[in-house]
T-cell receptor, first 113, second 112 residues
Framework: DTGVSQDPRHKITKRGQNVTFRCDPI?????LYWYRQTLGQGPEFLTY????????KSRLLSDRFSAERPKGSFSTLEIQRTEQGDSAMYLC???????????FGQGTRLTVV | AQTVTQSQPEMSVQEAETVTLSCTYD???????LFWYKQPPSRQMILVIR??????QNATENRFSVNFQKAAKSFSLKISDSQLGDAAMYFC?????????FGAGTRLTVKP
């Protein structure tokens, strides 16, 4: 296992378009987190899954954002009708249990033009 | 939701000297974990050190150690014998059975 994998690494999109990101966690990890990080800031919690169940979703996450984790394996994060304010690094992390350390992927950098 | 506060946006240390990064958190839980993560420029977030709340002994990993004060909800990171490669953003993180939250980070500069 090579760790948490995110795809794509970079995405440039025009405002109003939809984008989808994928995260493949470490195989035995049952927790999967999505964070958004802007330059010079800490990771901002978006949502997390315990297996296939989405247990919490940040109030900051508008209706344009949706995440899934079918079968409790990989996860996707979709942003509909992108806005310039969505430009950020989107980080995925996974952990074995809720209180153990999370391992991060390299992130997907989204630029909305 | 639990909050994590890092009050030092930037810190600087001379190579080979010691620096302490501060972190405070707020929670009503009794069982949780605390972490320090390092994020070098344009690179992946990696774990530096972890502390279980039920353990009184402060965690240590080589040159990195923490001062965990549970009653005060304080969790500082001490870096001894600082090296140029320690330059990075450092994030304090809190995790319990519900979620995992991060502070805003401290940018550490190491001067040769």
């Amino acid at each position: 296992d090579t760790g948490v994998s995110q795809d794509p690494r970079h995405k440039i999109t025009k405002r109003g378009q939809n984008v989808t990101f994928r995260c493949d966690p470490i195989s035995e990890h049952n927790r999967l987190y999505w964070y958004r990080q802007t330059l010079g800031q800490g990771p901002e919690f978006l949502t997390y899954f315990q297996n296939e169940a989405q247990l919490e979703k940040s109030r900051l996450l508008s209706d344009r954002f949706s995440a899934e984790r079918p079968k409790g394996s990989f996860s996707t994060l979709e942003i509909q009708r992108t806005e310039q304010g969505d430009s950020a690094m989107y980080l995925c992390a996974s952990s074995y249990r809720g209180r153990t350390e999370a391992f991060f992927g390299q992130g997907t950098r989204l630029t909305v033009v | 939701a639990q909050t994590v506060t890092q009050s030092q946006p930037e810190m600087s240390v001379q190579e080979a000297e010691t620096v302490t990064l501060s972190c405070t958190y707020d929670t009503s839980e009794s069982d949780y974990y605390l972490f320090w993560y390092k994020q070098p420029p344009s690179r992946q977030m990696i774990l530096v050190i972890r502390q279980e709340a039920y353990k009184q002994q402060n965690a240590t990993e080589n040159r990195f150690s923490v001062n965990f004060q549970k009653a005060a909800k304080s969790f500082s990171l001490k870096i001894s014998d600082s090296q140029l490669g320690d330059a990075a953003m450092y994030f304090c993180a809190y995790a319990d059975n519900n979620d995992m939250r991060f502070g805003a980070g401290t940018r550490l500069t190491v001067k040769p």
